[in-house]
DNA sequence: TCTGGGGTCCTAGGACCC
DNA sequence: TCTGGGGTCCTAGGACCC
């Protein structure tokens, strides 16, 4: 049997399910974003409330369970969300704060096993088989978690449990809001079999109708249909994981370091862009964030790719592999550019134009950060340029750079690039 | 209805090498 | 002359997820 709670699970005793083979757990926040900001706003609770950008553009990106009631949903135009529910209150995110709760609640799965890896700023796998001995059954630990979380931030969460990581998510999803779902291992079929084939993993818009139109519409149909029948549907990968997760089987442990391939910007324009100048200024300032975001990440990139979305919303990418990997804003900038100059904008309105850098591996160790009280890290040819135009070329060289001339640049520290 | 921004993974073709 | 096979890298696009 499957223990399904919201404030129900408080009701059921944790015995009354065997969990001791449920051992990964997955959390997720109840509508992350906006019950962040009800902390603040507390008058606003039990109300419609969306968080979306100010942007004619903007969609919504999280929304109170009673805005969801209206039918809105996350990465709806707000445009379409005010009409279903003209009442909603829009708040625009602040994530600072986001980041800020994420991270309490991340170190709150910490203290119950190391074993966490986080899948976005508001969800997690936690494998709990090793702290069983001392915190008891993974339905135990699950409901002393969502006390916790609750107790230390005000916020809800949702917990599914189940011996794989998809089954524990689908069974959080399953679980929502403020709720708990324990799938013990023999139960883990009777619950994926009636599930509509869109609930699995890596099954969007596009698979779905595809396997809709060949008569799938449950896990299990998938389950009694041969693996290399599925493979020849949707391609070899995702043919054979879905016949593998139709029968619950998924491989994947939970691993508490994984590492970030790619770092970039993108931003929509209010109104789209021609004007080259004001493209190359956004890529400007991208290409510093990307680049600040790299070094504090101890990362170099030897891709840079270009992303441009016209007015049409037709979306192109080019990319380009650098003979040197570097984290410097404008060794990015100047790849970037050219890679725009090489497309054929005449008489062509840009909508979106992003940056990013691919192809990460460790760097160096010999470019220079420069850290400043007010502007967080900047990069060694920041520092040259600043030191230059204040003591003049002649004056300065590398080497007396480092460590030795910060004195002369208040509030300022210069390391070495981990 | 008119479509954000942050990502990951997969496919497929061509280049290139042995 | 009328055409191998495997491996790896590069590039572009698209599905998908939160």
């Given at each position: 049997m499957s223990v399904k709670g919201g404030q129900g699970d408080r009701q059921v005793s944790a015995e009354s399910v065997d969990s001791s083979s449920a051992t990964i757990l997955h959390v997720d926040m109840d509508a992350f974003f906006a019950s962040v900001e009800l902390l603040d706003r507390p008058e606003l609770r039990g109300k419609p409330v969306i968080i979306a950008g100010e942007s004619g553009r903007s969609v919504v990106t999280s929304a109170t369970?009673?805005?969801?009631?209206?039918?809105?949903?996350?990465?709806?135009?707000?445009?379409?969300?005010?009409?279903?529910?003209?009442?909603?209150?829009?708040?625009?995110?602040?994530?600072?704060?986001?980041?800020?709760?994420?991270?309490?609640?991340?170190?709150?799965?910490?203290?119950?096993?190391?074993?966490?890896?986080?899948?976005?700023?508001?969800?997690?796998?936690?494998?709990?088989?090793?702290?069983?001995?001392?915190?008891?059954?993974?339905?135990?630990?699950?409901?002393?978690?969502?006390?916790?979380?609750?107790?230390?931030?005000?916020?809800?969460?949702?917990?599914?449990?189940?011996?794989?990581?998809?089954?524990?998510?689908?069974?959080?999803?399953?679980?929502?809001?403020?709720?708990?779902l324990i799938i013990p291992a023999e139960d883990t079929l009777g619950f994926l079999h009636p599930l509509p084939v869109g609930a699995l993993w890596g099954v969007g818009k596009a698979t779905a109708e595809s396997l809709g139109k060949r008569g799938m519409r449950t896990v299990g149909d998938l389950a009694a249909t041969p693996r290399d029948v599925l493979q020849k549907w949707v391609g070899v990968a995702a043919g054979g994981r879905l016949y593998d997760l139709a029968w619950g089987r998924d491989p994947r442990s939970v691993d508490p370091e994984s590492v970030e391939k790619s770092v970039g910007h993108e931003n929509t324009f209010a109104t789209d862009v021609s004007d080259p100048v004001l493209l190359r200024r956004e890529l400007l300032d991208q290409s510093e964030r990307v680049a600040v975001r790299l070094r504090a990440a101890g990362h170099v990139s030897r891709t840079i790719a270009l992303k441009l979305r016209f007015a049409d919303f037709t979306t192109i990418t080019r990319s380009r592999t650098l003979s040197e990997p570097t984290s410097v804003a404008r060794r990015i900038y100047e790849q970037a550019v050219e890679l725009l100059e090489e497309q054929d904008l005449v008489g062509r309105r840009i909508r979106l134009i992003g940056v990013r850098a691919e192809q990460l591996a460790p760097a160096g160790g010999d470019s220079l950060s420069l850290w400043s009280e007010d502007d967080g890290w900047r990069e060694a040819e920041q520092v040259m340029d600043a030191a230059v135009e204040r003591f003049g070329r002649g004056a300065i060289r590398p080497a007396t750079l480092l460590g030795k001339q910060t004195r002369d640049l208040p509030g300022h520290t210069i390391r070495p690039d981990a």
């Open positions: 369970y009673e805005a969801r009631a209206f039918g809105v949903r996350s990465a709806m135009p707000v445009s379409q969300a005010k009409r279903l529910c003209p009442a909603a209150v829009i708040i625009p995110p602040h994530g600072a704060k986001y980041a800020h709760y994420s991270r309490r609640v991340m170190s709150i799965f910490r203290d119950v096993t190391p074993l966490v890896e986080p899948l976005s700023i508001d969800e997690a796998f936690l494998d709990v088989a090793g702290a069983r001995r001392l915190l008891g059954s993974p339905g135990i630990i699950a409901r002393g978690l969502r006390e916790r979380v609750l107790a230390e931030t005000g916020l809800t969460c949702s917990v599914g449990a189940a011996s794989t990581k998809f089954v524990a998510k689908l069974a959080s999803t399953r679980s929502k809001p403020d709720g708990l």
